[in-house]
């Protein structure tokens, strides 16, 4: 399902978003995943088996060589076996383990319903039980109609000027609404990782920034034709006379068209360079002279700063030249259709259609998700930790942190080993990586200590309970301001707990690995050790790698956006993410239609190369260690394994509306393409199957790519 918030999100993460664009509403050692001891039981779960990408040869295609196909060869049993199911628009690994989540938390959503009556008031229990309730009363939502946004859209009305319009979109920020036009906001400062500092970013649009390739559809296309039909079905529902409601989709259309292109493409919105971009309020303003940033400010209570960092370089001179052939009338229909959108998911049921039409129209899915997964969703997105502790309480032993641990160190040993070996970087440069990989920091299924939303008060009124969410939220987030800088783990919404992901973040050179990605088919206890090196290893060597790619490597041992690199080492580089580039180009996804984004991606398929290579070193030393492991099983020794496994990892079936819209947007790789192309840069990929010059799989030693 097409999911209409737009968070933006900093760390570099594993999924790529076509792995979660089924709902575009998103490697770890441990032991089965069973109940923590102490908690109370949610019943047996179905055992995960080849079906659900737990590895098997079954999921081979062995009528394939190797040497020819090794995808067919590592997953086409899989792929010739499995349906997609009709409300995925694309299915793999991060959708079958999202739809264990989902099970898993649907056992834990419904006894938090059933107990949050008699549940401590502000306990996680109590607050995503009413939350849930009241998410899933269809009937009263239905009966309220509009009521719950009207003073929402009365504030609409009170745009009378620009200075209406700043103090809207300030208000409008706090309370859980649109992010019109700016987003204005303290978070950690890349130059200096100690302090925050002030960030000026491009207001979110009316589509989710995954999609924001739709905008540059012509009239007419099928994309835009469908989001055409949902503003305007969505405005007939609110009220709004069909005339009318085209006349202001049509106007929403243009204005997103052009901030859409103000601002930077994905490659570039990529590079820490090209987005912090440090300016003053004296030298912003005369780049939007019709808009009083400083009333802004003011409004948002943020004060007076002595700078800020502009992350759009282009955007301002847009945004002036769009408001200057806006009336306040067309400000005004514009801010009432977003608001209408971002609330909609919380108000009467009849809403959903539109958004089933916008959902085939952009994935090509004829259903949503049931009403149980949206509600979990939705809570996800609101009260992100309370529901994520109910989650690790149920469903994350106690001791999986440690054996976490002693993966990490595992890869990490594995990285050090290898560090030496890199000669294409000179002594002082490479000294600064070492530093660097010892800096780097780590976390495993949730935070130490929990974000505490014990004060908000969540009741049986949907709209009510977002909005104070927000304003909690809002406030926290002001309180940053002025203070050293304290990074929150597991807060970001695409490596909360729950969420089927990892993430590296640069400003604080360290990486989270939640919950929901430590069980089966990513790891499973009862295997032996390639698949797991291979699987959970190889994520952990990827967020590792992550430090050092196109983005990571502009950023110091202490998180700080420095240049450390000599200048021929930076050249060096340069070279090798080169020849990643042009091997990314070279892919067709669909013959003669859609190739591959090497510059946008080359930053997820460096860190998938060293994931990979990282985890078959650390298997190496491991079975040196314990020779007894280093077994044959199925015909295939644990070489063969690991390659398999981790291509079967990546098997993928999906829409081709889901395929064009990841490639156009996304910096990761569809999954055909991650399973196969950092294998062909491991030497040891080639003795495991015997591929030899002339077979397709090669490629020759001196094109294949060693930088970590």
């Known amino acids: 399902m097409i999911d209409m918030s737009c968070n933006p999100s900093k760390p570099r993460r594993l999924a790529a978003r076509g792995a979660r664009a089924a709902s575009v509403a998103t490697f770890a050692l441990a032991l089965a995943i069973g109940p923590r001891a102490g908690a109370q039981a949610t019943g047996d779960l179905a055992a995960m088996g080849p079906d659900q990408m737990v590895f098997s040869t079954a999921n081979m295609d062995r009528s394939v060589s190797p040497a020819i196909d090794f995808y067919r060869y590592a997953a086409g049993g899989w792929l010739n076996r499995i349906e997609r199911p009709e409300r995925h628009g694309g299915y793999g690994f991060f959708e079958i ?24 008031k502000g306990s996680p229990t109590q607050q995503v039980g009413m939350f849930y309730n009241a998410y899933m009363d269809l009937d009263a939502r239905k009966a309220a ?65 995954d999609f924001e390739d739709v905008f540059e559809e012509a009239d007419g296309g099928p994309r835009i034709g469908g989001y055409r039909t949902y503003l305007i079905e969505t405005l007939k529902l609110a009220g709004t006379a069909p005339a009318e409601a085209a006349r202001i989709a049509d106007l929403s259309i243009r204005i997103d068209r052009a901030l859409h292109a103000a601002k930077l493409p994905p490659a570039e919105s990529h590079d820490p360079s090209k987005i912090y971009n440090v300016t003053t309020l004296a030298k912003l303003q005369p780049q939007v002279p019709q808009l009083d940033l400083g009333l802004l400010l003011q409004s948002l209570q943020f004060g007076s700063p002595d700078r800020l960092i502009l992350t759009e370089p282009r955007y301002l001179p847009a945004l002036s030249s769009l408001l200057a052939g806006l009336s306040m009338q067309d400000i005004r229909d514009y801010a009432r259709l977003r608001t209408i959108l971002a609330y909609a998911p919380y108000l009467s049921p ?18 949503l998700p049931s009403l ?5 969703e939705t809570i996800k997105s609101q009260l992100g930790h309370p529901v994520s502790k109910l989650y690790t ?23 050090v080993q290898r560090m030496p070996g890199r ?4 002594d002082e440069t490479r000294k600064s990586a070492i530093a660097k990989l010892d800096a780097l920091s780590f976390r495993i299924g949730y935070p130490d200590t929990w974000t505490d939303y014990s004060g908000v008060e969540v009741t049986n009124d949907l709209v009510g309970s977002v909005t104070a969410i927000s304003r909690f939220n809002y406030e926290r987030m002001r309180a940053r301001i002025g203070k050293p800088a304290v990074y929150e783990y597991f807060s970001d919404s695409k490596t909360l707990p729950m969420v089927v992901n990892a993430g590296y973040n640069p400003t604080v050179n360290g990486f989270e690995v939640p919950a929901a990605i430590i069980q089966p088919p990513m790891y499973d206890a009862k295997m032996d050790p390639a698949v797991n090196f291979c699987r959970m290893g190889a994520v952990l060597g990827h967020e590792m790698t992550h430090g050092f790619d196109w983005t990571g490597k502009q950023y110091d041992q202490d998180g700080n956006l420095r240049n450390w690199w000599k200048p021929s080492d930076g050249a060096a580089f340069d070279g090798l993410a080169g020849s990643l580039i042009a091997q990314a180009n070279r892919f067709e996804y669909l013959p003669g239609q859609i190739n591959a984004s090497g510059a946008q991606q080359v930053g997820e398929n460096m860190a998938d190369l060293g994931g990979i290579t990282l985890a078959h070193v650390a298997l190496r030393s491991y079975l040196a260690q314990h020779p007894e492991k280093d077994v044959v099983i199925d015909g295939l020794n644990q070489d063969q394994r690991c390659f398999l496994a981790w291509a079967q990892l990546w098997a993928w079936k999906g829409r081709e509306e889901v395929l064009r819209s990841q490639v156009a947007r ?4 569809p999954n055909a393409y991650r399973a196969v192309a950092p294998l062909r840069h491991v030497d040891a990929f080639y003795t495991a199957f015997g591929i030899k010059p002339g077979d397709p799989m090669w490629l020759p030693p001196e094109q294949r790519v060693r930088a970590w």
């Open 372 to 376: 149980e997964e949206r509600a979990l």
């Open 145 to 209: 109609g509009m009521a719950p946004i009207k003073p929402f859209l009365d504030r609409v009305d009170t745009i009378r000027d620009m200075n209406g319009l700043a103090r809207f979109m300030a208000d409008s920020a706090r309370d859980g609404g649109p992010m019109l036009f700016l987003q204005v906001g303290p978070d950690i400062d890349l130059a200096d990782s100690k302090v925050n500092v002030l960030y000026v970013n491009a207001g979110t649009l009316g589509l989710p920034d």
């Open 393 to 415: 309480d149920n469903y994350f032993p106690d001791d999986t942190r440690r054996q976490a641990s002693e993966m990490v160190g595992l890869i990490k040993g594995a990285f």
């Open 350 to 367: 009849d809403f959903d259609a539109p958004l089933l039409g916008l959902n085939k129209a952009l994935l090509g899915v004829g259903v």
């Open 97 to 120: 383990v999202a739809d264990r989540v989902q099970e898993q938390m649907g056992r834990v959503l419904e006894r938090s319903r059933r107990e949050a009556a008699t549940a401590a």
């Open 423 to 426: 000669t294409w970087l000179s």
């Open 666 to 669: 996304d910096a990761h790789p």
